[in-house]
């Protein structure tokens, strides 16, 4: 079975500054890729997803953005930050294609502060 | 635009009771449906689906309803324990169009009353 990986757990980063949060898979090969996003209180926001190494599709507009370097390598980067930014970040998987079934990560917290 | 709703933000229910959480969604492409349960700072964990050609799919203590007529399924926990306390989301998928995606309600927090 696939293990995901989220680093950091938690980041604290001011108005302004740049991003980079990294999800790694282990388990499994040419999944499908997913970044989410939890606000408080909130449910899950599809924010991009990925079939394969160089292909993100975005779901929401916003100063965020994502790149798939290698295959079970998914990395959600800003160039500024900004408060709305702040939330719960989630990298998930899939098997591929025609599998719907996706499995989280740990999930990174980001306060923008 | 809420495609997928779970109505009830919260829930309690004693313990060895039956916790019944609802969701409903008004796209009729979706036919893939899941459940989750999210544990606070931790990803959401993988629980029961459900085809549109199933009415009700089991899995132990969780069974999943699914009333296309209505566009509402339910996830029914029999019996309830403490550690089934957490949030819990459904989402629904529209098979078949090339991706793979997930759309996800807002949750209901439900708490076992020990």
Known sequence: SQTIHQWPATLVQPVGSPLSLECTVEGTSNPNLYWYRQAAGRGLQLLFYSVGIGQISSEVPQNLSASRPQDRQFILSSKKLLLSDSGFYLCACAEGVGTYEQYFGPGTRLTVT | ?114
């Open chain 2, 1 to 114: 635009d809420q495609q997928v709703k779970q109505n009830s933000p919260s829930l309690s229910v004693q313990e060895g009771r039956i916790s019944i959480l609802n969701c409903d969604y008004t796209n009729s492409m979706f036919d893939y449906f899941l459940w989750y349960k999210k544990y606070p700072a931790e990803g959401p964990t993988f629980l029961i689906s459900i085809s549109s050609i199933k009415d009700k799919n089991e899995d132990g203590r969780f069974t999943v309803f699914l009333n296309k007529s209505a566009k509402h399924l339910s996830l029914h926990i029999v019996p309830s324990q403490p550690g089934d306390s957490a949030v819990y989301f459904c989402a629904a998928s529209a098979r078949g169009f090339g991706n793979e995606k997930l759309t996800f309600g807002t949750g209901t927090r439900l708490t076992i009353i020990p």
